[in-house]
């Protein structure tokens, strides 16, 4: 028997406007600050991982490369031909709030507009919040990106693959422990809430039998900087070189998928002994892309880890 009904799944995937018109309609002012902090701290989560990505990654050339590399490395990512817009000195301090942990004039703002009753305003000051958030979220992954490249061009495949699994022990494999002690139910409650908000693009889910679905529009993270050239001029960022597991074995895969392939398959595979969660890559395609949630992860298919050169068992 299915766990959730269609209507249940689709509400999961609801949008952060949504949200906040609901706890408007249902709650208080302190339901609708709960909402929003709530919301804030999940955009603060993917712009965290970020920053703890890049020193890992710098942590790593330091070890292997000495300090002139990751110096290097550092350098490389100030000097951008073309740059997200410059945050304004109101977007600049909303940033500092948010994503710095300084959130009490944030959620006095918010009161205050949720006093009004004001549904709109309410949405308006989300939106204006999380404009400013997104733009150094923005910056924040392309300086990521522009570090995979560097370890990719320098170091190649097996460089990057090396990089990235200190940086996995580092940023990702406590988030896959803190996941998987979750019941499987709750494991899809938190992913689809995260893909919904922390990634700010469509998402809807599917149940089948023994799984379920998760299909982002655009693919996450990884299709918003294909979708906004920055696998070409002026940005220039990489593509891992064809054939490596790093890469899936393919030949279409970005820099920055490639930690797909790493902190999401090869490792999890290695640790747990299957994938976290499975993933299907749309590579350079950007087109809609699937996570897989196994309700019992030793069952996932076969083809998950075929797709990096490995077994299930």
């Known amino acids: 028997m299915p766990e959730f009904d269609q209507a249940e799944l689709d509400r999961l995937c609801r949008p952060a406007q949504e949200r906040l018109r609901e706890a408007m309609r249902d709650g208080s ?28 990654m710098l942590s790593w050339l330091r070890e292997q490369h000495g300090l002139s590399a990751a110096a290097e490395a550092v350098m490389y990512t100030e000097f951008w031909p073309a740059v997200a817009p410059r945050l304004d000195a109101a977007q600049l301090d909303i940033v500092q709030s948010a994503l710095r942990g300084r959130d009490d004039a944030l959620e006095r703002r918010m009161s205050l507009v949720a006093e009004t009753g004001d549904a709109d305003a309410v949405v308006a000051l989300w939106e204006e919040v999380h404009q400013a958030c997104d733009i150094a979220e923005t910056l924040r992954r392309d300086a990521v990106t522009g570090q995979l490249t560097f370890v990719t061009q320098r170091y190649g495949a097996e460089g990057l693959e ?5 940086t996995t022990d580092l940023v990702w494999a406590p988030r896959m422990a803190a996941d998987l002690a979750y019941a499987p139910a709750d494991r899809l409650r938190n992913w689809a809430e995260k893909m919904a908000i922390g990634h700010n693009g469509s998402v809807r889910v599917r149940e089948l039998s023994d799984r379920w679905i998760i299909t982002l529009d655009p693919c996450g993270s990884c299709g918003k900087q294909l979708l906004t050239g920055r696998y070409e001029p002026p940005w220039n960022f990489a593509m891992v070189p064809p054939g490596a597991r790093v890469g899936f074995l393919r030949d279409d895969i970005s820099v920055y998928q490639a930690h797909l392939a790493v902190a999401h398959t090869l490792v999890p595979i290695e640790r747990t002994g299957a994938p976290w969660p499975a993933i299907s890559c749309a590579g350079s395609a950007a087109r809609p892309c699937e996570l897989v949630l196994f309700r019992d992860p030793s069952a996932t298919d076969e083809s998950y880890y075929a797709q990096v050169g490995a077994t299930r068992g």
């Open 29 to 56: 002012s302190v339901d609708v600050v709960a909402c929003f902090v709530r919301l804030v701290g999940m955009v603060r989560d993917i712009a965290d991982l970020y920053s703890r990505w890049s020193v890992a």
């Open 162 to 166: 090396s990089c990235l699994r200190h």
